[in-house]
């Protein structure tokens, strides 16, 4: 099935043709439209028109569903091969399409591979998920954007699939709100540019690994604009509140430790949960995260409440070193991490913390860093940062720490 076909399925269409011829060496294009009524199959019905002898024909046909859209899908004949169609909202995109692809076709420089050739992007999904989503990381995300593109394009030919098609279901879902707890909420760029990340890896993999497009269509997508990073962070009061909820969840003991290892090494909440016990050095007072998000090992001190409730936790803790420290409750979830999730939405409910994300149990560990000394450098290092960049959001705490240095010099100085 073609992407044209795709989109008026179900509907009942009126149609017109017309006729975009493109000569080699000519710089205008030649239009003539005709309204041409549909046969009781959908089809036209007088023939189109046959190719002549070195000259291209691409037929736009102008298509609107009972719900009053517009499309226009543009076929191309080729002699000796079958016709090449792009399915686009606007003429204009239509005409573009068309005459470029033209171009291509007289430089020698378009490819439409015979091994891509009635392949969907389902069947890109799936040999995707199979072969390589299981070696990356966060793959319930990436797995759950890829089911919706596959809902609005699966059935497409992988092959019709444009950079601009891709912007225009991007831009309806990004204009579409989502149910959380019976409120409706508008999605933000950065979700909606990480469905498109998603899908640009499969892409990817179908023009450079198994060689059934020419080119990854996502690359071309622009990025929709996102604000800078939340800086939330616990204040001294909502600390001590949340701690104390947590001392509350006797069902989910496990959860006071989790979160004060948040706030002492920076720690993600995945990285937590996959902690097993040989990533705990008691001794030396570290732990190691191994399964990092940049897939980098990361060692932290452990120090303070944290270190202390951890040993009391290692108390009762298996022989087998591969266990995880936080495993799940039943026999079919002991082998994989605890799930806490509810537990902690609860805590925040006791503590009355609102708009406040596991996360920024992240962010809080940074801006006490910061509070207390610590440079950009230094919180990169302890977070696992690669570059500064993502932890410019706490420069102006570590420069209301260099003021308050400066401050307490001049008073020692000029006020003895």
């Known amino acids: 099935m073609n992407h044209g076909d795709y989109i008026s399925h179900g509907c009942r269409e009126k149609l017109v043709e017309i006729q975009f011829e493109l000569r080699a060496g000519q710089n205008q294009d030649h239009f003539s439209g005709t309204r041409k009524p549909l046969r009781s199959d959908g089809k036209l019905a007088t023939p189109a028109p046959t190719p002549q002898k070195g000259l291209t024909v691409a037929n736009i046909e ?96 992988i092959g019709d ?77 909502e600390r001590k509140a949340l701690l104390a909820a947590c001392d509350k969840a006797t069902d989910t003991p496990e959860l006071k430790i989790i979160v004060l290892l948040a706030i002492t090494t920076g720690g993600r909440r995945g990285e937590i949960a996959g902690l097993r016990w040989r990533d705990v050095d008691l001794k030396r007072h570290r732990i190691t995260f191994a399964d990092t998000k940049n897939g980098e090992t990361r060692s932290a001190p452990l120090v303070g409440p944290a270190l202390d ?61 910061a509070m207390n000394g610590a440079g950009l450098r230094e919180i990169a290092d302890i977070l696992g940062h690669k570059t500064l960049a993502m932890v410019q959001r706490y420069s102006h705490l570590t420069e209301d720490h260099k003021s308050s240095i400066v401050e307490r010099m001049a008073n020692a100085i000029f006020n003895d």
Not at 63 to 88: H, M, N
Not at 110 to 124: I, M, Q, W
Not at 164 to 186: F, H, N, Q, S
Not at 326 to 338: A, E, H, I, M, Q
């Open 309 to 369: 409730a951890l040993k009391d936790w290692a108390k009762v803790r298996p022989l087998d070193d591969a266990a995880y420290v936080f495993p799940g409750r039943t026999d079919k979830t002991k082998s994989k991490p605890l799930d806490f999730e509810r537990a902690w939405r609860t805590a925040l409910k006791r503590a009355k913390l609102s708009d406040f994300k596991f996360h920024d149990l992240r962010h809080t560990a940074a801006s006490y860093l």
């Open 161 to 237: 699939i444009t950079s601009m098609l891709i912007m225009e279901y991007r831009d309806d879902l990004k204009a579409t709100p989502y149910k959380v707890g019976g409120t409706l909420k508008p999605r933000s760029d950065a979700t909606v540019n990480r469905y498109v990340a998603s899908l640009s890896p499969v892409m990817a993999a179908a023009a450079n690994e198994w060689g059934w497009i020419q080119n990854n269509p996502c690359q071309k997508v622009r990025r929709g604009g996102e604000t800078r990073g939340r800086t939330r962070f616990l204040s001294s009061d």
């Open 62 to 157: 102008k298509r609107t569903s009972k719900d009053g859209k517009t499309s226009y899908r543009v076929k191309i004949r080729l002699k000796g091969r079958q016709p090449e169609t792009a399915t686009f909202k606007r003429l204009t995109d239509a005409k573009r399409w068309a005459t470029q692809t033209e171009a291509a076709i007289r430089e020698g420089r378009y490819f439409h591979s015979a091994a891509g050739k009635g392949k969907t992007l389902s069947d890109a999904i799936d040999r995707y998920s199979r072969d390589l989503l299981p070696n990356l990381k966060d793959q319930k995300h990436r797995q759950a954007h890829l089911e919706w593109w596959r809902k609005k394009l699966g059935q497409t030919e």
